[in-house]
């Protein structure tokens, strides 16, 4: 097992490294001069893994071989030195030779440096002599008895001697400086511990400093704390002086003086000038009204005296009065005098709001005096209201340009009061004491300049009105008048923004619009797509019309943070302008009955309304077409039911309404056809052969291609009148009225208008006949189901009716009933009782468009029945004829019936076939003109020829059951019946065929 290396020793001060210290781990110890030498030299085995114990026989040579070389050297240098090696006798265990190697590196320390040159110069003196290890030194001498003479034995044992002797010396030298070594290393521990006694100190003295820095931190911040509520506690004391001294230095300031100690105000003539001293004038109003904040609510003057301005609700009744609402402080001062017994914070709470009062009625003369002075002088100057000024010429007037001199300098006015009452309403939490007077004051400013607008304008706009009116009409007017509804509210707004607007942040906007308005082409682009963005062409319009600067930059004001002209009192105004259009077009439209007009008037504002929505400033013009529209549609449906209960309900066909088919032919009222005796047929079928071509001639050079429009409005009068007025109406109503207004409409003219073509049906049948009579309902209830598709509508439904049926049972028991609880408060009550079995609610479903298809329906099936039953003429009677003999006796009974004799049945098909030529032509031709599509007359002929089919069929079995040689039948007479059965059977399917 190969050992490794041991790390080389501690470095000690004061010590030295021999060199001879390798990594073959041998140590030499150095000895102080004149001491003998002794060199120890601890050899370990190299790298080999031969750990064997040499044997007897080698150590037996080993001995010789030294004896001998040690006895040659003897001889040779008069000194015999013998080397002997540890390893000869050392343990060969691994762990053994680890403790060796680390006992070597223990104990090869360096010595002094003064040992090093003696160290040299033995080492020189001794380099002829062997190394002796410090193991052999001190074992005993060697046994001598295998050497071969006793002279040998004595040189070496004196030899031995010496070597002894001087390693003993060397090893007290160096024993001695091992103590020295450990007496300098016990100094050094001494003077470590010292230092680490000293460390511990200065420790301990650091945590004390460190305790002590944290005891004068906290109590230099309990100083900080201390100074800072003495701080406070000082400005506190203070406090109440700056406000006693702002209520007796400041009423000269706003023309307040307080005489006899406060028992007396005196108003006089301010020195402060708000116009001139704006700054001054602002520092003021805060001083003030920190003053009524700290005498309310620290002084308790609130409680006493009440909040400031809780007074003034004359000031929310209405516009204009320079006097109407001047701060609720001239009241509270006449209705709270001077209090002896009050307080002193009391007393300055009082007179702290009689300043306010002062101060803020500088503001009130400045601006609401203003407005009220300027209004009047315009009057005086254009003769307003009896003079009103022309429409074209308004923006251009007096009206608008002198407004427009005095709104700058009013809304740096109004902004100082906008701004003290946010900071007001920003610094208390609560509602502020001081607050309500700068709203009133506002509400009092609003409402003066509202009230004098509408002064200015409601006459110029309701003469506007009656202007447009008469020279446009009314549809004319309507859109007129909302274009100039509009736009005065437009350059309104303009104008109210410049009085009360926030400038401050209308500048902002624009500078931020400004900073991107460079590569923004795009973004333009698009917004000149919306209708309510300030770039859209109606906003263009408006700014070009405009003759002042204000009316163009409105635009960008609207989309500003400010939302100035939303305030109640200037849309209350803006309502009152337009209701100028609700009043003109309401006179109009009760005396219209026209329903085109009236829908071209709710369609124009429509429009309108969509054009003043767009915009967030135009919606008060909105509100006022809104309201208009629902006059004209109310209007309109009053109309409407008005024209159908008299042309539908309440219609009497005339003659020529009931003028079928001669309204269809084109012909007068008193032309028509009528199927007569067949002895007439004849003639009558070439005089109608001649009118229906003479007819056919003239539709056709009137209905020319380039008059396609006339041929359809001749269709269209041919309608039944009823239907004709139906249709009319609800196609005019349609999408004008709210949706369920008209569904109910169409339901109830549904009704009626199937109705009154039920009872057209009856007259036209007394008049022109059955065909004419089923075709001509077929075709219009044809028609009405086709116009009714388009409106999408259901004509479904639910009537309630009340039913008073039981009402005469149900009051004989209540009168019966003697134990009546008239006043008891449950369901036992008798008039409870009564109204529950007296009075009952039935409700019924209707459907307007089932009833139209089952209408419709039996209409087909009677053209059907009455016209199978026509053209089988003769034939049908015979077939009826035989089934009732048939059911009600035996076959023989049938078959000696007069009506089955063989003549008589062959007479009635001969004649049947005869007539069968003419009934097609004119069932083909009837139908022709009244239903024009060819589909239908096919869907309407094929149960016809059908119900014939059956028909013939059960007259050939009847005819198959008669016998021959009774009753006139033979074999010949059947032949020649069935052969007509046949012809005619044939006849009819190929005229069927081309439909």
């Known amino acids: 097992m190969s050992s490794k290396p041991l790390p080389p020793p501690p470095k000690m001060s004061g010590l030295t490294t021999p060199a001879g210290a390798n990594a073959s781990m041998s140590s030499v110890f150095t000895t102080p001069a004149g001491s003998s030498h002794i060199t120890s030299r601890y050899q370990t085995p190299g790298k080999s893994n031969n750990?064997?114990?040499?044997?007897?026989?080698?150590?037996?040579?080993?001995?010789?071989?030294?004896?001998?070389s040690s006895t040659s050297k003897t001889r040779a240098g008069g000194r015999a030195i013998i080397a002997s090696s540890y390893e000869t006798y050392a343990p060969r265990s691994s762990d053994q030779r680890a403790r060796l190697a680390r006992i070597a590196a223990l104990t090869a320390g360096p010595c002094f440096d003064n040992l090093a040159n003696e160290e040299k110069q033995s080492d020189e003196n001794d380099q002829s002599m062997m190394v002796v290890t410090l193991a052999e030194a001190m074992c005993p001498p060697k046994s001598s008895a295998n050497e071969p003479n006793s002279s040998a034995n004595n040189s070496s044992s004196a030899v031995d001697q010496s070597i002894i002797t001087q390693t003993l010396h060397r090893t007290t030298l160096k024993t001695h400086s091992l103590t020295t070594l450990i007496k300098h290393t016990a100094s050094l521990r001494l003077a470590l511990s010292a230092s680490l006694n000293i460390t511990n100190d200065v420790s301990a003295r650091h945590a004390d400093l460190l305790r002590h820095s944290g005891e004068l931190s906290a109590a230099a911040e309990r100083l900080q704390h201390e100074e800072q509520l003495l701080s406070k506690r000082a400005e506190e004391i203070g406090m109440p002086l700056e406000h006693y001294d702002a209520v007796d230095h400041i009423g000269q300031l706003v023309g307040v003086l307080f005489k006899d100690g406060g028992r007396v105000t005196v108003r006089g003539i301010a020195k402060l000038h708000v116009d001139n001293d704006v700054e001054e004038f602002i520092q003021v109003l805060e001083r003030i009204d920190n003053a009524v904040e700290f005498f309310g609510g620290n002084g308790g003057g609130f409680e006493m005296f009440g909040r400031p301005g809780s007074n003034t609700s004359s000031a929310n009744e209405g516009r204009g009065g320079r006097g109407r609402g001047r701060g609720g402080r001239e009241k509270l001062a006449k209705e709270q005098p001077y209090a002896p017994h009050a307080s002193g914070s009391a007393e300055y709470y009082r007179r702290a709001c009689a300043l306010q009062d002062a101060a803020l009625e500088l503001l009130r003369v400045s601006v609401a005096d203003r407005i009220s002075a300027t209004s009047a002088q315009i009057q005086d100057a254009l003769g307003l209201p009896k003079t009103p000024i022309k429409a074209d010429k308004l923006e251009a007037s007096l009206v608008y340009t002198r407004f427009h001199g005095i709104s700058k300098r009013s809304n740096a006015l109004i902004g100082i009061a906008r701004k003290r009452l946010d900071a007001l309403g920003q610094?208390?939490?609560?509602?502020?004491?001081?607050?309500?007077?700068?709203?009133?004051?506002?509400?009092?400013?609003?409402?003066?300049?509202?009230?004098?607008?509408?002064?200015?304008?409601?006459?110029?706009?309701?003469?506007?009105?009656?202007?447009?009116?008469?020279?446009?009409?009314?549809?004319?007017?309507?859109?007129?008048?909302?274009?100039?509804?509009?736009?005065?509210?437009?350059?309104?707004?303009a104008l109210y923004l410049d009085f009360f607007g926030d400038l401050d942040k209308r500048r902002g906007a624009g500078r931020s619009r400004g900073k991107n308005a460079a590569g923004e082409e795009k973004e333009d682009e698009d917004l000149e797509k919306e209708p309510g963005s300030p770039m859209s062409p109606q906003y263009k319009r408006m700014a070009s019309s405009s003759t002042h600067p204000a009316a163009s930059a409105l635009a960008s004001q609207i989309l500003s943070e400010d939302a100035t002209y939303r305030d109640a009192e200037f849309q209350s105004m803006l309502s009152s302008l337009c209701s100028s259009l609700h009043r003109t077009l309401r006179r109009g439209l009760v005396s219209v009955l026209d329903l085109d007009v009236l829908c071209q008037v709710v369609s124009v504002l429509r429009e309108e309304r969509s054009a003043a929505n767009a915009s967030p400033t135009t919606l008060a013009a909105a509100r006022a077409v809104s309201?208009?529209?629902?006059?004209?549609?109310?209007?309109?449906?009053?109309?409407?039911?008005?024209?159908?209960?008299?042309?539908?309900?309440?219609?009497?066909?005339?003659?020529?309404?009931?003028?079928?088919?001669?309204?269809?032919l084109g012909e007068k009222p008193k032309v028509a056809i009528i199927i007569e005796d067949d002895s007439k047929k004849d003639s009558d079928d070439k005089e109608e052969s001649e009118a229906d071509k003479s007819t056919t001639e003239t539709a056709v050079e009137e209905a020319k291609p380039d008059d396609a429009v006339a041929a359809q409005l001749r269709i269209y009068e041919s309608w039944f009148p009823p239907m004709r007025s139906v249709l009319r109406i609800l196609s005019k109503i349609f999408r004008v009225v709210e949706p369920r207004v008209f569904e109910d409409i169409a339901l109830q003219s549904v009704q009626s208008c199937t109705k009154s073509l039920k009872d057209g049906s009856v007259s036209i049948l007394r008049k022109s006949g059955m065909i004419h009579a089923d075709l001509f309902l077929v075709k219009h209830l044809l028609i009405l189901r086709e116009q009714l598709s388009p409106f999408d509508i259901q004509l479904r439904s639910v009537e309630r009716q009340l039913d008073f049926s039981e009402a005469g049972k149900a009051v004989t028991r209540f009168l019966a009933n003697r134990n009546r609880r008239l006043f008891s408060m449950s369901t036992e009550n008798a008039l409870i009782t009564l109204l529950r079995e007296g009075v009952s609610v039935q409700e019924s479903s209707v459907d307007s468009k089932r009833d139209l298809e089952d209408c419709l329906r039996s209409a087909?099936?009677?053209?059907?029945?009455?016209?199978?039953?026509?053209?089988?003429?003769?034939?049908?009677?015979?077939?009826?004829?035989?089934?009732?003999?048939?059911?009600?006796?035996?076959?023989?009974?049938?078959?000696?019936?007069?009506?089955?004799?063989?003549?008589?049945?062959?007479?009635?098909?001969?004649?049947?076939?005869?007539?069968?030529?003419?009934?097609?032509?004119?069932?083909?031709?009837?139908?022709?003109?009244?239903?024009?599509?060819?589909?239908?007359?096919?869907?309407?002929?094929?149960?016809?020829?059908?119900?014939?089919?059956?028909?013939?069929?059960?007259?050939?079995?009847?005819?198959?059951?008669?016998?021959?040689?009774?009753?006139?039948?033979?074999?010949?007479?059947?032949?020649?019946?069935?052969?007509s059965l046949e012809e005619f059977e044939l006849k009819v399917k190929v005229a069927t065929s081309k439909k």
């Open 860 to 979: 087909c099936n009677d053209f059907i029945e009455h016209t199978s039953s026509s053209l089988l003429g003769p034939i049908a009677g015979f077939v009826d004829q035989c089934k009732s003999t048939a059911t009600g006796g035996s076959n023989d009974a049938l078959a000696n019936a007069p009506f089955m004799s063989g003549a008589l049945v062959k007479g009635v098909f001969s004649n049947a076939l005869q007539n069968l030529d003419r009934e097609l032509e004119n069932v083909s031709k009837q139908m022709n003109l009244y239903l024009e599509n060819t589909a239908t007359q096919g869907i309407l002929l094929k149960p016809v020829v059908r119900k014939m089919t059956r028909s013939l069929e059960e007259a050939k079995r009847f005819i198959g059951e008669a016998k021959d040689e009774e009753n006139g039948w033979d074999k010949e007479v059947r032949d020649e019946v069935l052969k």
């Open 627 to 664: 309201g208009v529209i629902q006059d004209a549609q109310e209007r309109l449906i009053f109309c409407a039911n008005n024209a159908l209960h008299k042309e539908v309900v309440r219609f009497k066909p005339a003659v020529g309404d009931l003028n079928y088919p001669g309204k269809l």
């Open 51 to 68: 750990t064997s114990i040499p044997s007897s026989s080698q150590k037996h040579q080993q001995s010789s071989t030294r004896g001998q």
């Open 427 to 493: 610094d208390h939490a609560s509602v502020s004491m001081a607050a309500a007077s700068y709203e009133d004051l506002l509400t009092l400013c609003r409402n003066t300049y509202c009230g004098a607008r509408e002064t200015l304008l409601m006459s110029t706009v309701r003469t506007h009105m009656d202007i447009l009116r008469e020279r446009h009409g009314l549809v004319g007017m309507t859109r007129l008048a909302s274009v100039f509804l509009i736009r005065l509210c437009t350059v309104e707004t």
